[in-house]
């Protein structure tokens, strides 16, 4: 499929499937990607919830088609019948993005069996889910996928024991995936951004340990628009890794080539701010 004419491979007239694309990384994706002409269909759970993130996308973009498909993504029977109905509608898909996610954060001993599963079910089973289903509508466009991860996907982060777990699955299915489709012409693209302004953070930071604001916030926030940014030139790349940010580009690479010295760094930002799960629960 021919590129667009600033030489990157997105074109007006191409279909994206974004999930997670009420809010968040996934609505601003919509917003870039719908300005650039794109079609695009947003997938999330709350039908309100979309129709709002539509009349945002139509709004930013004249003329721009927008769908919506509402469907909990860790059920995969009913993300396969709601990929069928968008494939049906829609005559392809070029892009599927898979944005969906949730986060819980706190001390290890303090979470449950159903917090880890809840945090897998959507972060991890939710991105296969979707792709399972829209992986015959890719081979048939030689498309494109996105996996958005984080950089909790790359290493570890105090009180992210369910959510990096999570994301730690997920790169690794998207590493071997690209792998499997080389040979049938789908690229494959894994986002690792860090935090970022978005719903889910906001609501991270009324409750969030003190230990995870010491070291996540030891690599600077980005805006979503960057992100979104920059996850789209990788797309028009076809780039099989995006990792946003120069600071998070830093601090990968010393997790990969000088892991125990940002250990240490790591843990001297804890030695200062450090509780742990006796403490809280007193303070409860």
């Given at each position: 499929?021919?590129?667009?004419?600033?030489?990157g491979?997105?074109?007006?007239?191409?279909?994206?499937?974004?999930?997670?694309?009420?809010?968040?990384?996934?609505?601003?994706?919509a917003?870039?990607?719908?300005?650039?002409?794109?079609?695009?269909?947003?997938?999330?759970?709350?039908?309100?919830?979309?129709s709002?993130?539509?009349?945002?996308?139509?709004?930013?973009?004249?003329?721009?088609?927008?769908?919506?498909?509402?469907?909990?993504?860790?059920?995969?029977?009913?993300?396969?019948?709601?990929?069928?109905?968008?494939?049906?509608?829609?005559?392809?898909?070029?892009?599927?993005?898979?944005?969906?996610?949730?986060?819980?954060e706190?001390?290890?001993?303090?979470?449950?069996?159903?917090?880890?599963?809840?945090?897998?079910?959507?972060d991890?089973?939710?991105?296969?889910?979707?792709?399972?289903?829209?992986?015959?509508?890719?081979?048939?466009?030689?498309?494109?996928?996105?996996?958005?991860?984080?950089m909790?996907?790359?290493?570890?982060?105090?009180?992210?024991?369910?959510?990096?777990a999570?994301?730690?699955?997920?790169?690794?299915f998207t590493?071997?995936?690209?792998?499997?489709?080389?040979?049938?012409?789908?690229?494959v693209?894994?986002?690792?951004?860090p935090?970022?302004?978005?719903?889910?953070?906001a609501?991270l930071?009324?409750?969030?340990?003190?230990?995870?604001?010491?070291?996540?916030?030891s690599?600077?926030?980005?805006?979503?628009?960057?992100?979104?940014?920059?996850?789209?030139?990788?797309i028009d790349?076809?780039?099989?890794?995006?990792?946003?940010?120069?600071?998070?580009?830093?601090?990968?690479?010393?997790?990969?080539?000088?892991?125990?010295?940002?250990?240490?760094?790591f843990?001297?930002?804890l030695?200062?701010?450090?509780?742990?799960?006796?403490?809280?629960?007193?303070?409860?």
């Amino acid at each position: 499929m021919a590129g667009s004419a600033d030489g990157g491979w997105l074109r007006p007239g191409q279909h994206a499937v974004i999930t997670g694309g009420s809010s968040g990384l996934g609505l601003e994706l919509a917003r870039q990607l719908a300005g650039r002409g794109l079609a695009i269909t947003l997938v999330a759970q709350d039908p309100h919830r979309l129709s709002r993130a539509r009349e945002q996308v139509t709004a930013g973009a004249a003329g721009a088609r927008v769908t919506t498909q509402s469907v909990d993504v860790s059920d995969p029977e009913a993300v396969e019948a709601a990929l069928d109905e968008v494939r049906a509608a829609s005559g392809g898909i070029d892009v599927l993005i898979n944005s969906a996610g949730i986060l819980r954060e706190g001390y290890f001993e303090r979470l449950t069996h159903d917090d880890f599963r809840a945090v897998m079910d959507v972060d991890f089973f939710g991105v296969v889910n979707a792709t399972m289903a829209c992986l015959p509508y890719l081979k048939e466009s030689r498309g494109h996928l996105v996996n958005v991860s984080s950089m909790a996907g790359m290493l570890g982060v105090f009180g992210l024991t369910a959510y990096a777990a999570a994301k730690h699955a997920l790169n690794g299915f998207t590493d071997s995936l690209r792998i499997e489709m080389g040979p049938q012409n789908v690229t494959v693209q894994l986002v690792c951004p860090p935090e970022f302004d978005s719903p889910m953070v906001a609501t991270l930071d009324t409750y969030r340990t003190a230990e995870n604001r010491a070291i996540v916030k030891s690599v600077p926030p980005l805006s979503v628009t960057q992100v979104a940014r920059e996850t789209i030139r990788g797309i028009d790349k076809r780039e099989p890794l995006t990792i946003p940010g120069m600071a998070s580009r830093l601090t990968w690479r010393a997790s990969r080539y000088a892991p125990a010295l940002l250990d240490r760094y790591f843990q001297r930002r804890l030695a200062a701010v450090y509780r742990g799960p006796m403490s809280a629960e007193a303070a409860r």
